[in-house]
């Protein structure tokens, strides 16, 4: 049984809930927002996704509820979650906010399928959008690069190590804000003593890092503001004493680029769209540079490589000298 209607100019079939084989309804399952903390529990995401991941089922959750008769999560099936991308669709999502809420949703049901609470995942065959490969990030050049670090060296040592953790080693925004002044140490390598930082990855996975002298200026002009302190967040907010906030960092890398006099809307984000691209374009192979983003799969460390399209050093030209020789 099917009812139509309009959602928000554009019509779409509500379904009327029916139990359907395979998503038989077990009464005696925990509520769904107990199987939703659950399942993020358990999913060994970081921070910022296990967030993203538990309003993208909230919203699922307040959707199905929102219909003429309310469905409960484990008895929808996969014309209810047809219906569902539709909507998403039609209130004007990216593909890629549609693509990732899809993949939340799935994710979940591959838990509730685990906990044989279904017989099967409704979204399984659910046709999700495709997602550009480019990524529309804004990075600096290599130039601009060069200006920001200048820049944040002159306003501030806090400013300096946050920009040269963010572009001088690749770190996402949360990691560099979660360096403790404890993680800095050394490590003997064949030819030199290096100087590193352990910083948590995605996953809760440490990984260590040489730091580049760049890097080890900036880290040591900070540390030099925190005398007879060997603990404790290395970025912090002056005014407070605490932790510097993802949302501050984004604020502070925004008023370097500002006096860096450059005229794009950098994020922290963007700065290691930048280390990506000034380390592959350096010569560094793909499978370092993908090691050292703390990237599982290399087309994402490609993706943000802003110069990967550019006709300078195409593989072409390398064919041509070596069939002139």
């Not at 009812?3 to 100019?9: C, D, F, H, W």
Request: a positive charge.
């Amino acid at each position: 049984m099917t009812v139509m209607r309009t959602l928000q100019g554009m019509t779409t079939t509500e379904l009327v809930p029916q139990t359907t084989p395979g998503h038989d309804l077990d009464t005696t399952a925990p509520a769904p927002d107990q199987l939703a903390t659950a399942w993020l529990q358990q999913a060994g995401l970081s921070e910022n996704t296990r967030k993203a991941y538990a309003t993208d089922v909230r919203c699922y959750f307040q959707w199905l509820s929102s219909l003429p008769a309310a469905v409960h999560p484990l008895a929808a099936n996969r014309l209810v979650v047809d219906q569902y991308a539709r909507h998403l669709e039609a209130v004007g999502l990216s593909r890629s906010t549609r693509a990732r809420r899809l993949a939340s949703l799935s994710s979940f049901y591959d838990y509730c399928e685990s906990l044989d609470l279904l017989l099967r995942n409704p979204v399984q065959r659910v046709s999700r959008p495709k997602v550009d490969q480019d990524s529309q990030t804004l990075g600096p050049d290599k130039r601009e690069l060069v200006d920001l670090v200048d820049a944040a060296r002159q306003t501030g040592p806090v400013d300096f190590a946050l920009v040269a953790l963010l572009a001088g080693l690749g770190l996402r925004v949360s990691e560099a804000c979660s360096v403790n002044i404890q993680d800095f140490g050394t490590q003997a390598g064949e030819d030199q003593l290096h100087r590193t930082v352990t910083v948590r990855r995605k996953g809760d996975k440490r990984q260590t890092l040489p730091l580049p002298p760049r890097v080890a200026a900036a880290v040591d002009a900070v540390k030099a503001t925190l005398p007879d302190q060997d603990t404790g967040p290395l970025l912090r907010d002056p005014r407070t004493g605490q932790r510097l906030t993802r949302h501050q960092a984004a604020y502070r890398v925004r008023r370097v680029t500002r006096a860096a006099g450059i005229d794009k809307a950098l994020t922290p984000h963007g700065l290691r769209h930048g280390f990506v691209t000034a380390a592959l374009a350096g010569g560094a192979p793909l499978h370092m540079v993908q090691d050292a983003a703390g990237h599982s799969d290399p087309r994402t460390t490609r993706r943000y490589d802003r110069q990967r399209k550019a006709l300078d050093g195409h593989a072409a030209y390398t064919v041509d000298l070596a069939l002139a020789r």
